[in-house]
Structures are given as structure tokens and as C-alpha cells.
């Protein structure tokens, strides 16, 4: 393969994509943002710096011959990008949207063609595999556009994921990117690319920001998920390096939910003037909310952005509905509703579900980011114990940050900046600790791009490279032998295969102990992970934990192959486990007997195959 000219970092983002270069000849260089072609009406295309992450799914008949065109291809089947966002906001029931948080939605087959997920019978859908994959194909396509003397697939890919994606996520976004033509692609966390991007814009100034036993909380809350990851400041050989030392679980939480709450508001005022909303109507004016919520937090000059809501049957433009969306609403809503400022020890409440729940992404129950912050800090209270450098926070009833970055697009908004930071230094004020200070310099629509891009810097031995491993312990659920007892099912150990803080691309052989893999026949594997138990390793086996130790991660049902045994065999294997390079795990099955084994992975098909 031939030596890359650049590092290629691509955002694949909830709402928008975006995609950054660094000629590896010139690594000082800052990073660049490429222009993306997309269609912005019939039969024209226009540059725009971000690619909206929508696909609109026309009827056959909807656009004449040409309509789609794109500067690589004179014909398609489907909208991507800008046009898609602000066309299929008038046809809801055609657009794709927010598939990135399908893609990590362990509930459903992220392989099926499930998108859009209320769309009628007649109306064709893709599944969220395809859908991340034709926006990875696009921005593909967009710089072998531009640069037909470096092709795509030659360069330093890195493509980033939210802190908390599982390795089942992982998988599916590593699939997706080979499915686009990307090759030897690398994953990487948006947090820590948004710090990277932080240090490449600072041109070496970082290093006069912070200091040895500094915690910098990176805040990321995007358009679908809200990511928290704690980053301390140590020194080896008398420099400065930096450690990943925690993240925040999934929470499905961001722009998405923002733009109901926003939506339901106007909805509401329209009631009471007597105008109802339908479904299909309701759809229309979420999407016309997150236009104008992005609208009202990027230009500060704007105060009120008109809703314009449209109607189905014959009167069209005649029955559509106006609204509007005033900044004051959009403040009150998302300051209070989003970020309300509570107490240190409070987390996020959970209530009681319904027997019965409509198919759909599982947002998270609280929509109080802040609340989740807090849960995170609390339990990450000792995260820092272990470094040299840091001293012990004597009687902390949590983690005490000593910076903070902000990134994603509602931080457009210093209103909820200023908030945040507020409502942590209030926690740390109380506990007599210093006040975290800002890191001045985030660039909040591209720093997740920029930073992916600088990284492939890093990966070439230029910079400075952010250490930490897998961001959790993870284990394999191993079934206790015991006698059958009516209404008891054996109970199940945990059993460490991947401790916390494992590197990629590294292996660990587990302790010679063997274990029964049932062959021939359906059996399930159950996986868990932790991001508190820094200490287990390789091999401990759990007996009893409590439900803020582990958390059971998607689990696989699977047949494999019996390969010349009886059908529902126990056979004797010693296990032996790895992290790739994309941070996704491995078990190896090894038989007794030699051979290859069976190799158990966060597969996710339908069918569950194991290869």
C-alpha cells in the first residue's frame, strides 16, 4: 500500500457530517475542512462545510431525470445531505434521519431495513448500516472529487465514535466504513478528538493551559448522544502526556431530544389557539424546530425564526400552519429543561415504563444532562487515585475536574455554557475544591473532524497522543454447574477478559483454567462491562456484583459449528481475548485438542452467525 499524503478525520455525526485533511508532508499545518458537494435544489449543487446527516428516500416518480445528479455520479436514487434535510422536512415520512443513534440501539437489527421507522408500507426504507454507510460514501466521493490525484482509500483514515459506543456499536461503524470503500480505517472517541483538536488549534499553547494533575472534563453533547470523558495531565520523562481515565455510559440524549421538547412547546401554544397538529404534521414541525434551533444558536442577531408547519390533501400551501420559535422559548426550554442546576449527589430519575412502547430509539428517561454528570463524577471519584502526581481528594464525594472543554452544537449557546460550568463549580465550591476553568478555543462545529484528522498525525509519531485504553473492564457470563432445581436457573459468574485500560491491538491469554462451549446448538453468550472495577485482571472471575459494578452489554445468540462433533457437545477450550485496533473485543475459543477454535465476537447479524 503507498504511503499516504494526507490524514483524512471524518465527523460522522447524528445531524451532521464533516470532514478534515492534514498533509502529512506539512503536520504543523492545522487541520483543513473540506467543501462538500450535495444537492441543495433539483438539479443543483452547491459546497457547504458540513453534510447534514439525513437521507431523503424520493418516490419514483417524485423528480425528474437529472434532479439528483452529482458531480460523481449522473444519476441517484436518493438524497444525502442539505437538500435531504430541508426537502424531506415537507415529507417527513421520506426522511432518514438520527441513524447513528439507530445504529448503537441494541433493541433492534441494525441490519434491517427499519428507516424511517414510522414510515407507511409503501414507502421504501434502508437500515441504519446502509444509511451510515452512504453518508461515509458520500464524503468518499466528495474528496476523490476534489483531490483525484490522492485517492480516498490511499490516505489515513480515522473515523470517530461517541466515548460510550459499545464494541457492538464499534463493530457496525468499522462495517459501515469498509462498506464505503474506506480502508484500513481507524476508530477514535469524539471526545478525545475534540481535545485533539483543541491542542492542534492552540499551536503548541496547550501546554501552558494546563499542568501535571489537572482533570479535564470534556463535556460533548451532540445531536443524539451526550459524552462525558475525564482526561488527566501527567508527566513522564519530564513531559506532559495525557490519560484517558474515564467515560460516561450511553445516554441517548442530545440535539434530538431538544427539538421535541421545543416542538411539543409550539404544539402546545397552537392548541391553545385552536389549531391541532396531526402525526405527519408533528414530524414536520420537529424538523422545522432543530432548522430553527440551530439558526437561533449559531447567529446571535436572530431572536425569532418562523415555523412554517405544512398540510396534507388539496390545500397544501393554503392549509399549512405558521408558528414561531422565539429565542426566549428556546432558552427557557433547553436551560431549564437540559441543564437545570441541581445538587452534586443527584442522578438521573428513572420511572416506571409502560407494559407496552411503541418501537423506537430509547432515549434516556432524564433529560437532565446535568444530573447525568453528576452521576458520572460520583462514581468516578477514584478514577484518579492510581497516577502519580495526583493528590488524594481527601473526603470528595466525587471526581473534582480541574477544566473543562465544551463541545457540540447547543454549546453555540454561552447561555449553557456558562450554566454548566456554573452548576460544577457550585458542586466544587462545596467541597472547598478549587473552580474548574475553561479551555478557551473549542471549535464546536469542527473540532471532532479536525481533531480525527490531527490524530492521523499522531498515529504517524508527530504530537502529542492521548493514552487509555479500552474505557472499560469487559467479561464473559460463564454458567455455574449445579443441580436442577424447579424455578432456579444456575446462576452466572463474570469472568474478566479484557481488563480496564487494555490498549488496542493487544492480546491477552487467559489463565490455563478450561471451560465447556457448547457446539451444534443455539446458545447465548452474555457479555458485561465496567467502568468502575480498574483493578480485575485477566481472568478474575465474579461471583456477586452490584448493578453500579457491571452493566450487561448486548448479548449473542449464536449456533457454531459442531465441525465433525455431535450436535450439543461440550467441548473442553481454554479462552484466549483481544482488542483490535478499532477497539472492538475478541474471544478465541481454543480447543484441547488444537486447532483453530471458535472465535465469539460483538457480531450483531440477525442470524448471529459466528465465523
Partial sequence: MPTPRFAIGIDLGTTHCALSWVDLANPEAPPQILPIAQQSAPGAVQDYALLPSFIYLPHASEFADGDLALPWHSETHAVVGEWARSHGAQTPIRLVSSAKSWLCHAGVDRRAAILPNDAPEEVARISPLEASTRYLAHLRDAWNHTHPDAPFGAQALTVTIPASFDPAARELTAEAAQAAGYTGVTLLEEPQAALYSWIAQSGGGWRKQVKVGDVILVVDVGGGTSDFSLIAVVEQDGNLQLHRVAVGEHILLGGDNMDLALAHGVARQLAAEGKALDPWQMRALIYACRLAKEKLLSD???????????????????????????????????????????????????????????????????????????????????????????????????????????????????????????TL???????????????????????????????????????????????????????????????????????????????????????????????????????????????????????????????????????????????????????????????????????????????????????????
Fill in 425 to 611: 463549580n457550585g458542586w466544587l465550591q462545596a467541597e472547598g475544591a478549587p473552580e474548574a476553568r475553561l479551555l478557551d478555543g473549542a471549535d464546536l462545529d469542527f473540532a471532532v473532524a479536525r481533531g480525527a484528522a490531527y490524530y492521523g498525525t499522531v498515529r504517524g509519531g508527530q504530537g502529542i497522543r492521548i493514552r487509555g485504553g479500552t474505557a472499560m473492564a469487559y467479561y464473559v457470563g460463564v454458567e455455574s454447574a449445579m443441580p436442577a432445581v424447579p424455578g432456579l436457573e444456575p446462576p452466572v459468574h463474570a469472568l474478566c477478559v479484557a481488563p480496564f485500560g487494555m490498549e488496542e491491538g493487544t492480546e491477552a491469554a487467559l489463565p490455563p483454567q478450561e471451560f465447556g462451549l457448547v457446539v451444534g446448538e443455539a446458545v447465548r453468550f452474555r457479555f458485561f462491562g465496567s467502568s468502575v472495577r480498574r483493578d480485575d485482571t485477566v481472568g478474575q472471575m465474579l461471583d456477586f456484583w452490584t448493578p453500579d459494578e457491571l452493566q450487561e452489554l448486548a448479548e449473542i445468540e449464536a449456533t457454531l459449528p459442531a465441525e465433525g462433533r455431535a450436535v450439543g457437545e461440550v467441548v473442553p477450550v481454554k479462552l484466549h481475548a483481544r482488542v483490535s485496533e478499532i477497539g472492538t473485543l475478541e474471544l478465541l475459543a481454543v480447543p484441547r485438542s488444537g486447532g483453530e477454535g471458535w472465535k465469539v465476537e460483538f457480531e450483531v447479524r440477525s442470524d448471529s452467525e459466528l465465523a
Fill in 300 to 422: 446571535a442577531d436572530v431572536h425569532t425564526v418562523p415555523l412554517l408547519i405544512p398540510s396534507r390533501g388539496a390545500r397544501l400551501i393554503g392549509g399549512s400552519i405558521n408558528a414561531e420559535l422565539s429565542r426566549d422559548a428556546l432558552t427557557a426550554t433547553i436551560l431549564e429543561g437540559f441543564f437545570p442546576q441541581v445538587e452534586s449527589h443527584a442522578r438521573p430519575v428513572s420511572r416506571a415504563r409502560a407494559g407496552l412502547t411503541q418501537l423506537g430509539l430509547p432515549y434516556a428517561q432524564d433529560a437532565a444532562v446535568t444530573r447525568y454528570l453528576a452521576a458520572l463524577l460520583g462514581r468516578q471519584v477514584g478514577a484518579t487515585a492510581a497516577l502519580e502526581g495526583f493528590a488524594a481528594q481527601q473526603d470528595a464525594s466525587f471526581l473534582h475536574p480541574t477544566a473543562v472543554l465544551f463541545n457540540g452544537g447547543v454549546f453555540k449557546s454561552d447561555l449553557l455554557v456558562q450554566r454548566t460550568l456554573a
